[in-house]
């Protein structure tokens, strides 16, 4: 055949630039010993690149199209369909045309045949496209060939698949379209078969949906299916729909809707026997791919044949073991608020500094709790410390359990795979005097330690700096195990368990440490949100700088400090560049994710900050730093006066006062500290980002790197590897980047086992009301407001009174806490950063509620009940605007 036109038989998976991802996978799959394809071929990408060399004027709209907002319909709309247009009213040339009808010829040029198009951007391991373009079925004669094989051209500029490749970031000016024309077959059953659930992401379990006639009525939506669920070659489970219309194939051509017979809507589509050997043929194909598969198939004359496979994007990735046993693994994302994906040098770092065993999956960090859970006497703890920090990891563990054949019970032993970020297990903590001096010392030996870093590694480059920054790791390390410091913050949060336990027993009072740790000493993720305030109290004096900072909030991508340079020249500008400058020398550091080394920290993009700088502007008046923490201050010594004199006051009054005052006055001598050791890690972590980033741009420099961005792409060790040898494989970081791309799209599960299931917890709880969205309750109290649903910290417009509403919060969002009434956060436990700021602020605050940045829209009116652990919606945005 020539270069436009290939059979099946001539394609493979490597040739996805010239016969698209559905055209590879097609000739892929009919190579494949005992899987049928309709025979047929493919019109290669030269085809599509010579037809738009006959329209010189579409590339110049395809730029303009690159340049869209993928939020812009109407311009997106518009311009596509010019576009479409013009594709399809292009001739095609005599030896194309000529190239096409000679394939079809071979075929049978009077059969019927589905015409397909075959984007070089869909059916990829990262992502599926599936149905952004156009698929035309039982075609019939060359003519309506040639017109459909246009149409499928045409439709690589279809809005919805337009919008699709701006919102996954791929460019339209790269992406070409082939065409697959493949015999149509005229089946009884058709449908799609997943080779791992797509709801669970079970790989065990096959999931097969069913219906009557050509497989578009269940694709599109047109019918409910049967569907199956095959496990270890059985049907595990099965539900068959009423099945009311089938589309059939007309004679003529095209297809049409046929009612199916009431006698016959409610039989099964397929035996148990046939999804089983269906769920078998589909275990064939992903084995031949490498992963599980979305396989549209056909039944004709009880033999299946596939006329698709495509890899199934959405599944989270399963940690690599290759034991072959059964494993359970808790996200470490969620105990330490950060549930993005991580970079590969983010995620390496991160595994040299932490204690805890750790495996990588979709650019998260999970802990193999398996033989924890396996051991008797170590799962009670497990479950008991997971349970108060997070009741949905519990819970979805317990379902583990419940299932009995999943974890072998094991002999008691000591555990190796201790959460890092969960509340430990119940202990007595060692003996530690209530003295503030000691949380002074820890504190002046870790900014000793890194006024030392910041000296040493200046002198230091190349393969040396390298060897210096892993050197430096195990002084960090020490600093964060060691056991004094271990020993404050556990006892601090002893002593709140104790405060919570015994003054609900003697009181009748529940969560009555929350106001007891207001305002404490110490805590450097707290005193940053009021130093942003004192900022603000600079700042709002002089309104040209008010007005240029408005103009900077304002202006999209200032990522550096050039802002700063020009306040200088405004009236009050050299006061606001040294304030806020202050501000970023002592807290720079931190940013969204910090934990990953990777991601920009303020002092790499200030503009970060200047909307929360704004907003205290606007919502606060001169002072409110230091009235906010005084005040926090009374209210907390207050609550300690009532609770002791309240005691007082019952049987053996005097000993259960003393007791209370003692524990009072260790949770607010230590608990402070509980912020502490994680500044210092990523205090430590923007020096090693600094130097690293500096030896990155002398391999620029070096032609060894592209961009010094690329760093981010490889471990710690491939990057000592490409240092040393100065060579680097870019192939490997191209890859990294479209892996990375991928894991942003997929939500982490709380539970993983080694099947891929991911399995979600629920709240067992009857004490809520109605329609109510049930949490974790992390700081005592009620509020009703408006809801902020924020997703990007820069983009908060916050009012007095508003209740944020987001996904996480780490340190980096504590400056947002001063101007809000009530927190809302998807993921979090009873010490992670925002419930500490929280109580430490006296905002009511229920985290670990499911999808509530989905549930909970924008400006509707919200009560948040901090001390019972739920979430009441009052009002809808409309009716609260009204």
Not at 507 to 532: F, I, K, Y
Request: a negative charge; one cysteine or more.
């Amino acid at each position: 055949m020539s270069s436009y036109v290939l059979g099946f038989q001539e394609i493979d998976l490597t040739q996805i630039a010239i016969v698209g991802g559905k055209g590879a996978h097609l000739g892929e799959l009919s190579r494949i010993e005992g899987v049928r394809v309709p025979a047929g071929f493919c019109v290669t990408t030269d085809a599509f690149r010579r037809i738009m060399a006959e329209a010189p004027s579409i590339d110049e709209r395809i730029d303009r199209l690159s340049h869209l907002n993928p939020g812009d319909r109407e311009a997106t709309r518009t311009l596509s369909a010019e576009i479409r247009r013009t594709l399809e009213g292009i001739p095609i040339p005599d030896d194309l045309t000529a190239a096409i009808t000679r394939a079809l010829a071979r075929l049978g040029e009077q059969g019927a045949y589905a015409v397909r198009s075959s984007a070089t951007a869909e059916d990829l391991p990262t992502a599926s496209f599936a149905g952004q373009q156009d698929t035309y079925l039982n075609v019939v004669g060359p003519a309506a060939i040639l017109q459909h094989v246009s149409r499928c051209w045409a439709s690589l500029f279809t809005e919805r698949a337009v919008t699709y490749r701006l919102r996954n970031g791929v460019d339209h000016g790269k992406v070409r379209m082939a065409v697959v024309v493949q015999q149509m077959v005229v089946p009884e059953v058709a449908g799609v078969l997943f080779t791992a659930d797509p709801i669970t992401s079970n790989r065990k379990v096959a999931s097969v949906e069913a219906s009557f006639g050509l497989g578009e009525a269940l694709v599109s939506g047109l019918v409910n299916a049967d569907a199956y669920k095959v496990r270890d070659g059985e049907v595990v489970a099965k539900a068959i729909a009423a099945k009311r219309l089938a589309i059939r194939a007309r004679p003529d051509g095209g297809t049409q809707e046929q009612a199916i017979d009431p006698a016959r809507q409610q039989q099964p589509a397929l035996t148990d026997a046939q999804a089983v050997r269906l769920a078998q043929l589909g275990r064939r194909i992903e084995a031949h791919f490498g992963r599980p598969q979305d396989i549209e198939w056909c039944l004709v004359d009880d033999d299946f044949q596939i006329v698709q496979s495509r890899p199934i994007t959405t599944l989270f990735p399963i940690p690599a073991t290759g034991d072959g046993e059964n494993h359970v693994y808790v996200s470490v994302g969620h105990q330490q608020m950060m549930t993005d994906a991580m970079k590969p040098l983010g995620v390496s770092l991160f595994l040299l500094t932490t204690a805890a065993p750790m495996y990588e999956a979709g650019g998260r960090l999970f802990v193999d709790v398996t033989r924890r859970l396996a051991a008797p006497a170590s799962r009670a703890g497990l479950l008991d410390a997971l349970g108060r920090s997070d009741p949905l990891i519990r819970d979805a563990l317990q379902t583990v359990l419940e299932r009995g054949d999943f974890i072998r019970s094991l002999p008691d032993e000591a555990p190796s795979d201790a959460l890092p970020g969960a509340v430990p297990p119940r202990e007595a903590p060692a003996p530690i005097d209530t003295d503030p001096a000691i949380v002074a010392e820890l504190i002046g030996r870790n900014q000793a330690s890194i006024a030392a870093l910041k000296r040493d590694i200046r002198t230091k480059s190349g393969s040396a700096l390298l060897d210096f920054v892993l050197a430096d790791i195990q002084e960090l390390r020490r600093i964060l195990f060691d056991p004094q410091s271990h020993q404050v913050f556990m006892s601090a949060m002893e002593a709140t368990r104790w405060l919570n336990e015994q003054l609900q027993a003697w009181l009748g009072e529940r969560n009555a440490a929350d106001a007891l740790t207001q305002s404490v000493p110490d805590n450097v993720t707290s005193e940053m949100g009021l130093a942003l305030l004192d900022v603000a109290d600079v700042i709002r004096p002089h309104a040209e700088v008010v007005a240029f900072l408005r103009h900077v909030e304002d202006v999209e991508d200032v990522e550096d400090e050039g802002f700063l340079d020009e306040l200088a020249k405004l009236p009050g500008g050299p006061e606001t560049r040294d304030a806020i400058g202050a501000f970023l020398g002592k807290y720079g550091m931190r940013c969204v994710g910090e934990i990953d080394i990777t991601r920009p920290r303020w002092s790499e993009r200030p503009a970060t900050l200047v909307p929360v700088i704004l907003g205290n502007v606007k919502n606060f008046e001169p002072g409110a730093g230091e009235r906010r923490f005084e005040q926090g201050r009374q209210e907390a010594r207050n609550k300690e006066q009532e609770v002791l004199h309240r005691l007082r006051a019952l049987p053996d009054g005097e000993r259960k006062a003393e007791e209370a005052g003692q524990m009072i006055d260790r949770v607010r001598t230590f608990i402070g500290y509980r912020e502490y050791p994680k500044y210092g890690m990523v205090s430590r972590y923007f020096v090693y980002k600094q130097a690293l980033l500096e030896e990155a741009e002398r391999l620029v420099q070096a032609h060894v790197l592209r961009e010094k961005e690329d760093i981010f792409y490889l471990t710690f060790s491939e990057l000592d590897n490409v240092v040393r040898a100065n060579r680097a494989d870019d192939q490997l970081i191209d890859e990294r980047k479209e892996a990375f791309r991928s894991y942003q799209a997929l939500t982490p599960p709380r539970v993983l086992t080694s099947d891929g299931e991911a399995i979600a917890g629920v709240y067992r709880r009857d004490d809520v009301p109605a329609g109510a969205l049930v949490g974790l309750p992390v700081s005592a109290g009620i509020i009703e407001g408006r809801a902020r649903v924020i997703h990007d910290m820069a983009e908060a417009d916050l009012e007095a009174g508003d209740i944020l509403v987001t996904a996480y919060t780490d340190p980096s969002w504590s400056p947002l806490f001063v101007a809000i009434a009530g927190l809302v956060t998807e993921v979090g436990g009873l010490m992670t950063h925002g419930a500490v700021i929280a109580r430490e602020y006296g905002l009511p605050a229920v985290v670990g509620v499911e999808q509530a940045t989905r549930l909970i829209r924008d400006g509707q009116r919200i009560r948040v009940h901090g001390t019972d652990g739920y979430v009441e919606i009052l009002l809808t945005a409309t009716q609260d605007l009204a």
